[in-house]
């Protein structure tokens, strides 16, 4: 085999980060288990069951339905199917914020639904007065952002609930990113607050599973079941999941995960990040950088592209909003010691390249 995998010594953009050993430990042992039929692979879909569980108990719905999907890409275009299928419009259209991840616009390509994005308020969070005037007799479903992609922002679910509702339209949250960190803030944001429908939250995020590991989790078992399909040559009879054969190692490493970080390894590591996102936000405030204030623990901050890139060359890998400012998101892997030496460079590159920087 050629070449080692990358370390995340200088990783300030990503969502993934390294499994946590006993999930990286429990990734190894199933790796050849397919919980995709789970009559035959039963040990494994025991472990997708207590990992749905605990979902459950994360998002604050009792006997929740759902599964361990491959990411937040597929849970989402899971999610607009189940909405789409139960709309009895023959032009159904579903309503995501401006800041809806691009998962969305795969969602409406494959499933042939008109996607309407509605714009943002000065806060990041959708214009609950755009969603109203969106929404109309086709709409099948609102999507609503719990933790951001850009900015870490959570959009006004319980009203966004009440708007879809109204509308006999499905409401879905996006917590792919948030899910582990919003039990420890004051946001309304799940099953327990509101009236969602379903919910996409990603152990293979801050959940700090091995990847694949996404989640999909529904209120209603119906709503699956309308995604069923028979499986003749399996033992099992039907599968409401969107992949076929899929990853034991994902599902079985997620519940390893939680079993050991939920909930006291999680809120450490909230306030961890937290704590490291606002030592983030006053260096670079100190330094004269605009930065928004951040509520979940990613900053962005206006640096001039000149800078941006002489940092990327020094091999950090971070990335830029939609409006250009960098953006660092405060994994599980992202330590003060990484973000002192970012802040090193910023000092040292800052006056080699444009004096407005
Ligand atoms: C809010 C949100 N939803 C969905 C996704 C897509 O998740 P995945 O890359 O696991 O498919 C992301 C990825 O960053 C995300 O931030």
């Given at each position: 085999?050629?070449?080692?995998?990358?370390?995340?010594?200088?990783?300030l953009?990503?969502?993934?980060?390294?499994?946590?050993?006993?999930?990286?430990?429990?990734?190894e042992?199933?790796?050849?288990?397919?919980?995709?039929?789970?009559?035959?692979?039963?040990?494994?879909?025991?472990?997708?069951?207590?990992?749905?569980?605990m979902?459950?108990?994360?998002?604050?719905?009792?006997?929740?339905?759902?599964?361990?999907?491959?990411?937040?890409?597929?849970?989402?275009?899971?999610?607009v199917?189940?909405?789409?299928?139960?709309?009895?419009?023959?032009?159904?259209?579903?309503?995501?914020?401006?800041?809806?991840?691009?998962?969305?616009?795969?969602?409406a390509?494959v499933?042939?639904?008109?996607?309407?994005?509605?714009?943002?308020?000065?806060?990041?969070?959708?214009?609950?007065?755009?969603?109203?005037?969106?929404?109309?007799?086709?709409?099948?479903?609102?999507?609503?952002?719990?933790?951001?992609?850009?900015?870490?922002?959570?959009?006004p679910?319980?009203?966004?609930?009440?708007?879809?509702?109204?509308?006999?339209?499905?409401?879905h949250?996006?917590?792919?990113w948030?899910?582990?960190?919003?039990?420890?803030?004051?946001?309304d944001?799940?099953?327990?607050h509101?009236?969602?429908?379903?919910?996409?939250?990603?152990?293979?995020?801050?959940?700090?599973?091995?990847?694949?590991?996404?989640?999909?989790?529904?209120?209603?078992?119906?709503?699956?079941?309308?995604?069923?399909?028979?499986?003749?040559?399996?033992?099992?009879?039907?599968?409401?999941?969107?992949?076929?054969?899929?990853?034991?190692?994902?599902?079985?490493?997620?519940?390893?995960?939680?079993?050991?970080?939920?909930?006291?390894?999680?809120?450490?590591?909230?306030?961890t990040?937290?704590?490291n996102?606002?030592?983030?936000?006053d260096?670079?405030?100190?330094?004269?950088?605009?930065?928004?204030?951040?509520?979940?623990?990613?900053v962005?901050a206006?640096?001039?592209?000149?800078l941006?890139?002489?940092?990327?060359?020094?091999?950090?890998?971070?990335s830029?909003?939609?409006?250009?400012?960098?953006?660092?998101?405060?994994?599980?892997?992202?330590?003060?010691?990484?973000?002192?030496?970012?802040?090193?460079?910023?000092?040292?590159?800052?006056?080699?390249?444009?004096?407005?920087?």
């Amino acid at each position: 085999m050629r070449g080692q995998p990358q370390d995340f010594d200088r990783v300030l953009s990503s969502m993934c980060t390294p499994p946590h050993p006993v999930a990286r430990e429990a990734a190894e042992r199933y790796l050849a288990t397919n919980p995709g039929d789970p009559a035959t692979y039963q040990t494994v879909a025991d472990l997708e069951d207590d990992a749905v569980a605990m979902l459950g108990d994360i998002v604050g719905l009792d006997d929740p339905a759902g599964y361990i999907a491959s990411g937040g890409t597929e849970a989402n275009i899971q999610a607009v199917r189940m909405a789409r299928n139960r709309s009895v419009s023959s032009d159904p259209n579903v309503v995501v914020p401006e800041s809806a991840h691009f998962s969305f616009q795969k969602a409406a390509d494959v499933l042939a639904i008109e996607l309407r994005i509605a714009p943002l308020t000065d806060n990041y969070t959708v214009d609950l007065g755009a969603v109203k005037r969106f929404c109309d007799e086709d709409t099948a479903g609102i999507v609503g952002v719990a933790g951001s992609t850009e900015y870490g922002r959570v959009d006004p679910i319980p009203e966004l609930a009440n708007i879809a509702h109204r509308h006999d339209a499905l409401l879905h949250v996006d917590a792919a990113w948030g899910g582990f960190l919003l039990p420890f803030t004051d946001h309304d944001w799940h099953f327990g607050h509101a009236g969602v429908d379903t919910l996409t939250i990603d152990p293979h995020k801050m959940g700090q599973a091995a990847i694949p590991a996404g989640g999909l989790l529904a209120r209603e078992d119906e709503l699956f079941d309308a995604l069923a399909v028979d499986t003749p040559y399996l033992e099992s009879a039907k599968q409401a999941t969107l992949t076929g054969t899929r990853s034991g190692a994902g599902v079985a490493s997620a519940a390893a995960a939680m079993q050991e970080l939920w909930p006291d390894g999680y809120r450490e590591q909230y306030e961890t990040s937290v704590a490291n996102a606002d030592f983030l936000v006053d260096a670079l405030r100190e330094r004269g950088f605009d930065v928004v204030e951040p509520d979940l623990p990613i900053v962005t901050a206006d640096v001039s592209s000149e800078l941006f890139e002489a940092l990327r060359e020094e091999g950090w890998r971070v990335s830029t909003t939609g409006s250009d400012e960098m953006r660092v998101v405060m994994m599980p892997h992202v330590t003060r010691e990484m973000l002192s030496a970012f802040l090193t460079d910023i000092d040292r590159l800052r006056p080699t390249v444009n004096i407005n920087t």
